[in-house]
């Protein structure tokens, strides 16, 4: 019978790894299954001293906490839990000070590592908590969504939102190591596994037309959780994320091609008041439709690219139309524009757009006409 060390070292070798070069803030992204129950030989490593916190959500503390304090425990780490209430209002001032002071009253030292269990909600707020107690600690992301493991858990964007907009208080603040168990999205609903496939497929969109022909062959293979199809497409999104931060951890240039369809997706967040009815990554789904008739209206993109991404979407059950959120009936296109104009993408004072001249060859722009925004806008809401 194996024991817990045995059955960890097993996991250990089952999975792929992806360097994040930055040089001393470098670390590696594990994508594999079994990662949670072989977290604590991972784990420990880093540790200075046998012990942590793991920040967590109420959701996800049923399914993961357990086998990963195990895991810990078995390691010889000795952990305490902070869970959290699940969702978006959660990444707030409030739940902040909850982090730091229970990382304080451990209390956490310099060298301490703690670790985010948790989707893009646990992940961003956790991360902020680390970067700004005692000047900064290191932490671990443990995503437990497709769209942590695609997207938020890497690069190091730390933060929560402030009632003028989402994400607008932060820092970056690179893990010290991503373990993306595959596992977990078994216990995902379809609809998350959905929200995070739109992150997937905007890396076809911004810089890889092949990989886009391959998720349009595969994609449902993917959401179905098919093991091989879905490890490849968290590995080529996890690659595309760490050539990119690799090269642009501040977003001073390239990075901001992974903002692909959140100029958009952000307005539509914000005028939804971040509530149940549109997840993050169905705003990014939407966005990037837009953000492709945008640059067919404009002239950049070939005409029919909008309509390739919305056969697309829509075969998989995904929105792409703004007047497919519930409640977007009484939305106008002046108010999205507005919610536009206080995003932290704003530069200079103008908007910026990151638009195709092809699927797969995106670039960032802030020469756009205030009037073709609103025109794809209407055409999107009607
Ligand atoms: N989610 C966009 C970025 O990490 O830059």
Redesign the pocket.
């Known amino acids: 019978m194996s024991n817990p060390v045995s059955s960890n070292s097993e996991s250990l070798k089952s999975c792929d790894t992806i360097a994040v070069a930055l040089g001393d803030r470098a670390y590696d992204i594990h994508v594999g299954g079994g990662l949670i129950a072989s977290a604590g030989g991972r784990i420990a490593p880093l540790l200075a001293k046998p012990e942590t916190v793991i920040v967590t959500d109420a959701n996800v503390a049923k399914h993961w906490l357990d086998p990963l304090q195990t895991s810990l425990t078995a390691a010889g780490v000795s952990s305490q839990a902070l869970v959290m209430p699940a969702g978006e209002p959660t990444k707030n001032f409030e739940n902040l000070a909850k982090v730091i002071d229970c990382f304080l009253q451990v209390p956490v030292e310099r060298s301490s590592v703690v670790i985010a269990l948790g989707g893009g909600v646990v992940g961003d707020l956790t991360g902020f908590a680390a970067a700004s107690t005692l000047r900064g600690i290191n932490f671990v992301q443990i995503p437990t969504t497709l769209l942590a493991q695609v ?2 858990s ?4 730390t933060g929560i939102n402030a009632i003028q907009g989402k994400n607008l208080i932060g820092a970056f603040h690179q893990p010290a190591m991503v373990l993306a168990d595959t596992d977990v999205l078994g216990t995902l609903p379809e609809r998350e596994m959905q929200a995070g496939y739109a ?1 997937i497929v905007k890396y076809g969109l911004i810089r890889d037309a092949a990989f886009f022909g391959w998720l349009e062959d595969n994609a449902s293979r993917v959401l179905s959780g098919d093991t091989q199809a879905l490890r490849h497409a968290i590995l080529e999104s996890c690659r595309a ?1 760490a050539r ?2 690799g090269a642009d951890e501040r ?1 001073k240039g390239q ?2 091609l ?2 692909f369809g ?1 100029t958009f997706g952000h307005a539509l967040e914000a005028e939804n008041a971040y509530g149940p009815a549109l997840l993050h990554g169905e705003a990014v789904a939407i966005g990037s439709v837009l953000a492709l008739e945008l640059s067919e209206r404009i002239g950049l993109c070939p005409q029919d690219r909008a309509r390739q991404l919305i056969a697309h979407l829509t075969h998989l059950g995904m929105p792409s139309r703004i007047s497919q959120i519930d409640n977007a009936n009484t939305w106008s296109a002046d108010d999205l524009l507005e919610h536009m104009r206080s995003d932290k993408k704003v530069s200079g004072g103008k908007l910026t757009f990151i638009l195709a001249n092809d699927i797969g060859d995106a670039f960032v722009t802030t020469d756009v006409q205030e009037e073709d925004v609103l025109a794809v806008l209407e055409e999107s809401l009607r």
């Open positions: 997207d938020s890497v690069g190091g964007k992150e994320k990119i931060v977003e990075r901001a992974l903002n959140h």
